[in-house]
């Protein structure tokens, strides 16, 4: 019985081999698109959402007041984790970790630069991170091991077992391998190939503990019952109670340390950082984004901010995200946690033998330390990495959408041509010429692609609004790209219908019309 179906249908396909061809192609192609859309809406709103109590998880985000704006931000002062701890009800877990960095691991064998982070015990408590070696929470627990990830412990070990095994951080810290556990999904908002303990984190960061220093994020796991409301009441109390009492005894004293600044930026008035005056370490740039943000009436040079007395202006440029306006810029000098050096190559053609050269400089004052560098386009384009993934994605979307789109012009023109073939044939044998005839189909033909067009363009421009509003730079809806998808769906209609009513006015009209 079955093998009959399947003969069956292979002859159906076999009498009817384009008709099969539309209806198999355009249900495959359909039933693709939805699947991959399915697949990118599931990994989408899937974050975080692997973490078995990932309703109850919450990043502390912090407000500030500045020049009558407030601005939120993740960062925040690292005594507030302990502070959570012991004067807010209904926090079962609270957790601080650094920001993440390139560190350098060191085996006996082998030196490479991965991502870690610090984090305190509780994160593998707090978070879904399974373990496939030791107990992550104990290698936090002790200050003198590392976590590692399956891919960062065989980047280091290979194939042997790396639990136990020691690894020196930075050249200046052994640090035995106390945990493994599976790499960290693509959907999640923290992302590393180590992790690492936190108390290093405060001794390499004397400023760590300050209040007035924003340093680390601040993860905070409810108790069940604990309500989000409650518990934002309590922290506002306790938060804005230290920062009143710290803030009136804060007196600003930053490091003095000397370094070029403006990397090749140009000044529109003021001076750059100097050697010659000793005063520069309580001196800062700022860009013209932050002249209009706070309103500064001329002079400007000599303006305090933040403590700081303003001795240049910089010309505004793209630092932050390419898509959104230019943010407020300060700049002033220091020495701690400075963890890169900007380097301006000469443009004479000599890009290589200049990094070699600095390669061998580098190499010759920390040879314990691999020489990496990056061009500031590397770092530019990586600003769009999702974005170009999300532009692939929406490309094929698009791609199969019009394909199939064109199927249906095919079977649509297909169908209008079967179903007047006899008229033609008659209006053949009449005397129509083949002008005539074409144009009769094409009218027909283009009557539902223009409505489709009147009824799509209005819908397509209020949803692309909103979109495009999203950045502060974008391109406008222009007209033309509406007529040009216009005119590009009338041209693949006209096409179609033309191929079809061809094939149809070359029929002997005696064959159509030997049964009527």
């Known amino acids: 019985m079955l093998k009959s179906y399947f003969t069956i249908a292979l002859r159906v396909f076999l009498h009817n081999k384009v008709t099969s061809f539309i209806n198999i192609g355009g249900l495959t192609l359909g039933l693709t698109t939805g699947i ?18 990932y309703k109850a998880i919450h990043l502390v985000e912090m407000n500030q007041d500045f020049a009558g704006t407030t ?71 002790d200050g003198g091991s590392v976590v590692l990830t399956q891919t960062a412990a065989q980047r280091l070990f290979g194939s042997r077992p790396a639990l136990g095994k020691t690894i020196v951080l930075n050249n200046i810290y052994p640090l035995k391998v106390g945990a493994v556990i599976r790499d960290v999904p693509r959907n999640s908002s923290i992302e590393f190939d180590l992790v690492l303990p936190y108390a290093l984190f405060e001794k390499d960061n004397e400023l760590a503990n300050h209040w007035e220093k924003r340093y680390v994020s601040t993860w905070v796991q409810l108790a069940p019952g604990a309500r989000l409301e409650t518990v934002n009441r309590e922290m506002t109390l306790i938060i804005g109670t230290i920062f009143g009492y710290r ?45 209009r943000k706070m309103n500064l009436k001329e002079p400007v040079l000599g303006a305090r901010i933040y403590g700081k007395t303003v001795i240049g202006v910089l010309r505004d440029f793209v630092y932050n995200s390419p898509g959104k306006a230019i943010e407020p810029l300060i700049v002033w000098l220091g020495k701690v946690d400075l963890g890169h050096f900007l380097i301006r190559l000469a443009n004479d053609g000599q890009c290589k033998v200049h990094l070699d050269q600095i390669g061998k400089t580098a190499k010759s004052l920390n040879p314990g330390y691999p020489f990496a560098f990056r061009f500031v386009n590397d770092e ?12 692939q994605l929406g490309g094929i979307f ?58 799509a363009s209005p819908l397509t421009a209020l949803a692309m609004y909103p979109l495009l509003s999203t950045a502060d730079y974008h391109i406008p809806l222009s007209w033309w790209v509406f007529a040009l998808a216009g005119a590009g769906t009338v041209l693949i209609a006209l096409a179609t219908v033309s191929y079809h009513g061809l094939r149809a006015t070359r029929v002997n009209p005696a064959r159509t019309l030997q049964n009527e």
């Open 36 to 53: 991959v859309i399915c697949l990118f809406m599931v990994y989408a709103f899937g974050f975080n959402t692997f973490h078995a109590n």
């Open 71 to 141: 601005y939120t931000g993740g960062l925040t002062p690292s005594p507030l984790g302990p502070a959570l701890r012991s004067e807010v009800p209904g926090v079962k877990y609270v957790v601080r970790s650094g920001r993440e960095s390139e560190t350098l691991t060191r085996n006996e064998e082998k030196a490479i630069y991965q991502k870690s982070i610090y984090a305190e015990p509780d994160l593998f408590r707090m978070m879904t991170f399974p373990a496939v070696q030791g107990d992550p929470v104990a290698a936090l627990g």
């Open 247 to 291: 803030q009136i005894n804060y007196v600003a004293d930053r490091p003095l340390g000397y370094e070029t600044a403006t990397a090749g930026l140009s000044l529109v008035e003021g001076r750059d950082f100097s050697p010659a005056f000793g005063t520069d370490s309580s001196a800062c740039l700022i860009n013209q984004a932050a002249v």
């Open 380 to 391: 530019h384009q990586d600003q769009f990495k999702k974005d170009f993934g999300v532009m």
């Open 398 to 455: 698009a791609f199969m959408a019009i394909l199939i789109s064109c199927l249906g012009l095919y079977g649509l023109a297909s169908f209008l041509v079967e179903q007047r073939t006899r008229e033609i044939s008659i209006r053949k044998v009449l005397g129509a010429s083949g002008r005539d005839l074409w144009l009769s189909l094409c009218s027909e033909m283009l009557k539902p692609v223009v409505l489709g067009f009147v009824v």
